[in-house]
Structures are given as structure tokens and as C-alpha cells.
């Protein structure tokens, strides 16, 4: 049976590559997680989790928890802001390319677009190297407008880009493993975000929907609901 009890200190759980420690801090729970089964492991994340990745060919984790993998050849949108439909306070577009062989098909991420409240459309390619509106960043740590968004990056590492004002972070290294992540934690978008990876609301089984809240007749059908465009197509 799942153990978690409450601590009279701080305590603030971490979920990061599916193994789930927890950090005394103040006021949360503790979790104790050596004998966790992997259900036991899954239903945790769904309560806690605020971060959703997608990783290699490509498999994607939504920030409910909910996993899947798709291999597509466009671009999508992985995770939007769908408060305000005129005046999105972000956007990220994932560009997906085929990499695989003819026998052993398969895709991956190979560029991520990170467009925020319509002013600054950051785009993070496969070797690391980071344009801001088109304007290259050069410095391993880049403060935009007095630090409304943080990027640290270094050609052939990771890209992080932080949004302090929607508790918003992105992460992406592109070479080798292609990983993008997603870390919400604002309580204000929960349940008001969409796209490839879900809606934020706790709920991983309402992850699996198209923009129009209809299900999906496919995998297919769903990933080709959230295309944002395709310029991979020949
Ligand atoms: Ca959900």
C-alpha cells in the first residue's frame, strides 16, 4: 500500500527520471518510496507532478502523468497557455523529424520554439545554439527584459529557459538523447493549459484529447490535431 505521511517539517517532493525522493523542507508530505510498486510509482507522480517530458523517439510524459509515444514528422504544439485565446502567455512548439532507418522507423525532436506573451519568440535548435527574436545568445546566462525570462544556454548543452512570472521552465539537450521539459508549477494554469501535453489538472486520463475536447479516433488523429504546421513534409 502506497505510504505517505505527513511531516511536521517542510517537506517538498521531487520527481525527476522517475525516481521520486523527497527533500525535508516545510508543510508538504513525505514520501516513502523504496517498495513502491510501478503503479504505486505512477499514481504518486499523477498527485505531485508538475513537470511532463518528452525524450528520444519520441516518448512523451504529460504533466498529469499520462504516457505515450508518437512518432511524428511536423511541427506541434506541446504545451500552450488556453486561457486567453488572443493573448497566449506562452507557447512551445516542438519540430519533430524522422530519424530512423527504413526497417527501425523513428523521430525526434530536433528543434523546440518557445514563443511568450506574443513579444519574444525564442527558438532552442538541436546543438544548443538559442536565438531570441531572431538575435543569437551569445552569453552562457542571458537576462531578458531585467530578468522577466532567464536564458542560460552553452552550444552543445542544455537550454533553460525560465519564465519566473508563470513559474515556467523549459529545458531541452538536443544531441544525443533530445530531451525537452516542461516544469509548471503556477496554480493559476492548472487545467487551462493544452496541447501534447495535456491540461495540467491532475487528471491524466482527460490528457488524451483533441483541441476541441473530443476524443481522438487514433494516436494519429490526436497528434495531428495539435500540428502547428508541417514543414517537414517533402
Ligand atoms: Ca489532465
Redesign the pocket.
Known sequence: MLRVRALNILCFLVVSYDVITSIPLDGDVKIEGNDLNEHEHRALKRVKRSTADVEGDPHFE???G?EYDFEGRCSYYVLRDCRNLTQRAFDIIANIVPRGEKDTPSSVITSVSVEIEGKYSIIMEEDGSTTVNGNSVEKPLDLIDNGEIEIHSQLDRNVTISVPKFNLTVSWLGLEVHHLRVDLTKPEFKGKVCGLL??????????FLKPDGSKPESMRDFAKSWRASCPNRG
Open positions: 504529460t504533466l498529469d499520462y495535456g491540461n495540467y489538472d491532475g487528471n491524466m486520463d482527460n490528457d
